[in-house]
């Protein structure tokens, strides 16, 4: 195989592992609540400004300012799941999605205000050579870590979510949040627990993130890939994130290497839409999704 090519599929798989890392927090929120959070690619990039803030403007050391990082986006999602989203348990699905939008909006916007447009750089966490693959090349430390920690995350949480007491309870709460009051489940804990985790999970994201592009709040725009590889790999499957990022993002390099120079640029965006269309014609629950069957 041509050096090159094995090259742009190293690349390609490590853009990759940072879809998989934000569209885990979707299929979290969606696997315990039945909500699609659009907020969550925020999220993650707030945590990045937040930990920039840490290291940079407070001069923490690089752990504690991790530390401070996931604690203040936990503290922030569990504050918006008590004041916005617990009122509207056991409503329409619209309204939730509609503020979860809204939410997003005002979290970049604060972005703004806070921080300003310009890119930020913090300290590396990361060694600037990469790791050795010998003759295919360097693959980057912090894709490396994204990898990594994306596995033991999903790893971590699937043993959670089948085993565990809790994970029983949010997957009966997923299901009918009036079954769940009636065994006795207390769903505003079991969303409570279920925001928290998803914003750890954020959280983390976006201090790996900040090694990989900086930080700027345009790149909540890699939350749509997320979404993509969540609906693609299928919203009950945390395995199929680790697995369909890092094919959507060798798709994605591909396209922009081999395709993009002979229609003027721009096809690399989008072909991961394209790839979802595809996917959604034949199998609209995703790729490793559930085949939910109502009768009527």
Not at 132 to 148: A, I, Q, R
Not at 202 to 217: E, K, Q
């Amino acid at each position: 195989m041509d050096q090159g090519i094995i090259n742009y599929l190293i690349t390609g798989m490590a853009s990759g592992f940072v879809y998989s890392m934000v569209a885990i927090g979707f299929i979290l929120i969606f696997k315990c609540s039945k909500i699609f959070n659009f907020a969550q690619a925020e999220v993650t990039i707030l945590g990045a400004y937040i930990f920039y803030a840490a290291t940079i403007q407070l001069k923490l050391p690089l752990f504690f300012g991790a530390l401070l990082t996931i604690g203040t986006v936990t503290v922030l999602a569990l504050m918006i799941e008590r004041v916005l989203l617990r009122p509207l348990i056991g409503q329409p699905i619209l309204p939730i999605i509609i503020l979860t939008l809204a939410l997003g909006s005002l979290i970049r916007g604060g972005i703004i205000l806070g921080w300003g447009s310009e890119m930020l750089r913090p300290p590396s966490l990361f060694p600037a050579k990469g790791l050795s693959l010998g003759t295919l090349g360097n693959l980057s430390y912090p894709h490396v870590f994204f990898f990594l920690v994306s596995c033991v995350l999903i790893l971590s949480l699937s043993i959670y979510y089948r085993y565990s007491r809790g994970g029983l309870a949010m997957r009966v709460t997923a299901d009918d949040t009036v079954v769940a009051r009636l065994l006795g489940i207390k769903v505003t804990r079991v969303l409570a627990t279920t925001w928290s985790i998803a914003s750890v999970v954020g959280a983390v994201g976006g201090v790996l993130l900040t090694s990989v592009t900086g930080i700027h709040y345009s790149a909540v725009e890699m939350g749509f890939k997320s979404m993509t590889v969540a609906l693609v790999g299928g919203l009950e499957s945390l395995p199929g994130a680790i697995i369909v990022g890092p094919l959507l993002g060798v798709i994605e390099t591909m396209v922009a290497v081999y395709l993009d120079p002979l229609v003027g640029g721009g096809l690399s965006e989008v072909s991961g839409f394209f790839v979802l269309m595809i996917v959604l014609i034949f199998r609209p629950y995703g790729i490793f999704g559930w085949e939910i069957i109502e009768r009527v």
